[in-house]
């Protein structure tokens, strides 16, 4: 179990975790590590892995590419995997191809937290080449976007960015839609919009996820995009994690009937495979953009835009959807979530219970709640001796598994999730 290495490791306090397996292969919904444990992934490898580790058709499509054409420089050429895989996109979007306001256009990058500068960056070149002085971004509180300087600036300040505060951007934020008081989250929206100068509200639907998988309603959704369409506010859907199933929908954004003007995409995109990300957009904001003033281009890119590997994956993970009882698969997934979420609400250890999809999550009360909370990383050790890749989220436990995931994986998990809040 022991590792000795130089390497920085992500989200880790090396002085407090100097020691972690070493991953050797994986299969289905299980790791395996070098010494031979096997690991139930009951978080999905921070939430990309859909179908299952090393899906064989995702696998031979990847193999497949990588022996015809590894990479192209993406500015001034293209190639099949990411056409195909466009179109696909466009298709399966919310809105898609439907009606004449959908999404019509797929900007590539490589992460999620870059799908989200992308957006951003759209939103306000959109704005400055429509001639209008719209600048302000609005965001949800508690909200999780990533860690790029301009993700971070529309996520919540506190523990992750502490040190950064300094290269941040203001923004205004949208109180939290809590049961009961979704209506002061409306009216915040409400007046922070009327005010004329908001150049886009963004927000994760359903599910903020870092935040502590705190879940809201579809309705309140739909209703918060009727405000924002209402004064003319580009709505932008972080469906870095929502995406591909996960709250039981292909996108989070279906379940409130909504097609948001930008819509990012990463993590199961590929189901999981490789890294990809997507930033989908209305023509509105392509047209914005395009123009014989060459200033009015869109200036972003990264070296690995549209990898053909990384589209050659997702093409093939856009496929399964298309070809196999996925969102059958989901759908089993989430009613046997249901069922594990009333186990550790019957053991009397947890409250606040919720579910979203194939996400289940509950809170263990202790007295130094948040991310930091004591708990969290003794109850990771204990998880991972007991042969389960669950990473708390401080004093919030949650499971979301692969689809090919089992009952009997669940109820191990479940199990070992009681047994080790037994022993706090």
């Keep these: 179990m022991t590792h000795s290495s130089p390497v920085w490791h992500p989200f880790t306090q090396h002085a407090v975790m100097p020691d972690f397996p070493v991953i050797d292969s994986a299969q289905g919904a299980y ?18 892995v859909t179908h299952g580790h090393c899906h064989p058709q995702i696998i031979e499509a990847i193999q497949a590419q990588a022996a015809k054409l590894d990479q ?61 002085d719209r600048t302000r971004i609005l965001v949800m509180e508690h909200s999780y976007h990533g860690d790029t300087i301009g993700t971070m600036s529309v996520g919540e300040r506190g523990v992750f960015n502490a040190p950064y505060l300094p290269l ?29 100068d908001v150049a886009a509200f963004i927000l994760e639907p359903l599910v903020l996820g870092a935040g502590g998988m705190m879940m809201y309603s579809a309705d309140c959704l739909a209703k918060m995009a009727a405000i924002c369409k209402a004064h003319d506010v580009l709505l932008i859907a972080d469906e870095v994690m ?51 003033d060459r200033t009015k281009t869109f200036f972003h890119s990264s070296s690995y835009t549209a990898n053909p590997i990384a589209c050659a994956a997702a093409v093939a993970n856009v496929r399964l959807w298309e070809e196999e009882p996925v969102q059958e698969r989901v759908d089993n997934l989430a009613q046997m979530q249901s069922a594990m979420l009333s186990c550790l609400m019957a053991s009397g250890l947890f409250a606040n219970p919720r579910q979203a999809g194939t996400i289940i999550a509950v809170d263990v009360a202790v007295e130094d709640g948040g991310y930091l909370a004591d708990i969290g990383p003794r109850l990771y050790r204990h998880f991972l001796a007991g042969g389960y890749l669950i990473r708390p989220l401080g004093n919030s436990l949650y499971l979301m598994p692969p689809y090919c995931s089992t009952k009997e994986d669940l109820e191990g998990a479940v199990a070992c999730m009681i047994e080790g809040v037994k022993g706090l």
């Excluded at 590590?33 to 490898?45: E, H, V, Y």
């Excluded at 915040?188 to 004329?196: E, R, V, Y």
């Excluded at 009937?257 to 890294?275: F, H, Q, R, Y």
């Design 31 to 48: 790791l395996t590590a070098k010494n031979g444990q096997r690991l139930f992934d009951a978080i999905s490898s921070w939430w990309v």
């Design 72 to 132: 192209v420089i993406f500015a001034g050429f293209t190639h099949d995997p990411a056409e195909e895989l466009a179109e696909k996109l466009i298709k399966l979007s919310p809105g898609g191809d439907k009606n004449a306001d959908g999404l019509s256009h797929v900007f590539y990058s490589d992460s999620g937290s870059t799908a989200v500068e992308v957006a951003l960056k759209m939103a306000l070149g959109y704005w400055k080449h429509s001639g209008e």
């Design 168 to 196: 941040m951007f203001g923004v205004e934020k949208v109180p939290f839609p809590q049961v009961g008081a979704e209506q002061a989250s409306l009216d915040a929206l409400q007046t922070a919009c009327a005010k004329g």
């Design 242 to 292: 929502t995406g591909w199933g996960r709250t039981g929908t292909l996108f989070a954004s279906e379940q409130a009937k909504i097609c948001p003007d930008i819509l990012c995409s990463s993590k199961g995109i590929t189901g999981g495979s490789m890294p990809l990300a997507v930033t989908l957009c209305k023509s509105k904001i392509f047209d914005a953009h395009y123009s014989q």
